[in-house]
């Protein structure tokens, strides 16, 4: 059936096994800081010195969290004690390391397209075969399901939380998928379309997109308007910034694609009138996906945008409790709205941060200077909360890293990063990002792993369980989307 062929392993010639990526520069840098570093025949730039610093934490990354038979991830490692973790990594944790090679990819392009191409030639077919693999062994957590949403009952093939040990056979019923993992997936296919042209990556991306905008709550309120957003998962009633505000940038990245072109797609919607009939109607692509941004990114600012100017966590206080109801109109059973009443939980940096960058790309392509002055208000609103000056060492800005926190402020990070390219006041927020990287990567780089805290260093985590692998990745996109910034932009890191 159709949903199977989107899954096929993607065709991409020429997957190897890590065991076979090998430099010495970048083992070298590692293992020590740049700054010991030199090379046979020039000194490497900054812009160049972050493209290397990446690599070489993917490649610490991948040889000390993954199986090199089974490709499997754990979750944490110990430099210190050489030991990892039994604990598998989630798909969530495993989708950092495909950013991190995306992004890396995306710098080596950008060097070359500037007219320096020698890291894209020593690099990039490495890191596009890791790519690849990374894309395939994730199959290890796909699965299918029948699901009965609010305008179809279907079967999906989809990303489980938990990895199991055959391809394709993941429980992803009930909670055990969330709709963010398929947006953090979906957009790294998207990305990696945009770098390499292969189509199996766009295909896959909007397979996923297809499963999660079938997650809108399309039931209708008092006023004849869709009640709106994407709870966090099919075995979910509660609708999380995380699981709305991701889709917003690869919708409007899939309306650029498909912008002037007559290919269509299929619409399911409510009738306004009598608030039950389940309606279907073809728009064309690019139509169809700027508008389903335009009504996500309106969902979120309405409902989680908090008086402090960011982002609350998700919509609760359900009524008259949490579980999933259904409804049965002409004989069909569909999902029904369950009355959402509380913004509430904690202000992650993650949740402003894609919505950031949802407001550029929304500013971009629809060119509302409403957008670009959300964006910008959100960017000075979020560094003043989540950003201390002068916490734990003087003239650095401190970052919450308790938690997951430290993939959080990435995701913030490329907001800025976003937000730097239409205003260029927002570099100073960038600046904060690779000044903290290189106080760590400097100061606390042991045998090239980094700390939880890059400014305080290893405190307890050398006797523990270590750093989490998707911080190492993190570390690794920071640089790497650093990296292509300032070699597009010419901005010197510091300034």
Request: glycine share 8%; proline share 2%.
């Amino acid at each position: 059936m159709i949903i199977q062929n989107y899954f096929k392993p993607l065709a991409i010639a020429g997957v190897i096994c890590f065991a076979t990526f090998s430099d010495s520069l970048i083992n070298q840098l590692a293992a020590a800081p740049f700054r010991n570093i030199s090379t046979a025949t020039t000194q490497l730039n900054f812009k160049e010195e972050n493209l290397i610093r990446s690599m070489a934490l993917i490649d610490k990354t991948i040889a000390a969290y993954f199986d090199p038979v089974t490709f499997e991830m754990k979750r944490f490692y110990n430099p210190f004690t050489k030991v990892k973790s039994d604990e598998r990594a989630s798909v969530w944790m495993y989708s950092a390391g495909i950013e991190a090679i995306n992004a890396v990819l995306a710098s080596l392009k950008a060097a070359k397209d500037q007219g320096d191409s020698k890291l894209y030639d020593a690099n990039f077919d490495k890191y596009n075969k890791l790519l690849a693999k990374m894309y395939d062994n994730a199959d290890y957590y796909l699965g299918t399901f029948e699901l009965t949403s609010f305008t179809q009952t279907k079967e999906w093939s989809v990303y489980a939380v938990d990895r199991v040990n055959e391809k394709g056979k993941a429980n992803v019923t009930g909670i055990l998928n969330v709709y963010d993992d398929q947006m953090w997936l979906l957009r790294e296919l998207l990305d990696s379309y945009k770098i390499t042209g292969n189509k199996a990556y766009l295909e896959k991306a909007e397979y996923l997109t297809a499963y999660v905008l079938d997650g809108w709550d399309v039931t209708i309120d008092e006023n004849g308007a869709e009640n709106g957003g994407i709870p966090w998962g099919p075995g979910y009633t509660t609708k999380h910034a995380c699981s709305n505000s991701p889709m917003i940038s690869s919708l409007v990245w899939l309306h650029k694609i498909y912008k002037d072109k007559n290919d269509k797609i299929e619409r399911r919607y409510i009738d306004s009138k009598d608030k039950k009939t389940r309606l279907t109607e073809h728009q064309k692509k690019e139509t169809y996906y700027l508008d389903f941004a335009k009504a996500i990114y309106a969902w979120q600012k309405q409902n989680l945008l908090n008086n402090q100017g960011v982002y609350t966590d998700m919509m609760g206080g359900c009524v008259p409790d949490c579980g999933i109801v259904y409804e049965v109109v002409d004989g069909k059973k569909y999902r029904a709205n369950t009355k959402l009443t509380d913004a509430v939980g904690e202000a992650f940096t993650y949740n402003s941060g894609t919505m950031i960058s949802g407001a550029v790309d929304l500013y971009e392509a629809t060119k509302d200077a409403k957008y670009l002055r959300e964006a910008t208000d959100l960017g000075e609103a979020s560094f003043k909360q989540f950003a201390f000056l002068g916490k734990d060492v003087a003239q650095y800005y401190s970052f919450g890293t308790d938690g997951f926190k430290n993939w959080f402020n990435g995701i913030l990070m490329r907001g800025y990063r976003d937000l730097a390219l239409v205003n260029e006041d927002s570099e100073k927020y960038l600046s904060a990002f690779q000044k903290n990287l290189d106080y760590g990567y400097e100061k606390f780089n042991h045998e090239g792993f980094l700390p939880t805290d890059l400014l305080k260093g290893w405190s307890k985590e050398k006797d523990g369980q270590g750093v989490e692998g998707m911080f190492m990745f993190t570390y690794a996109a920071q640089y790497a989307v650093l990296a292509e910034h300032y070699i597009v932009e010419g901005t010197h890191k510091g300034n």
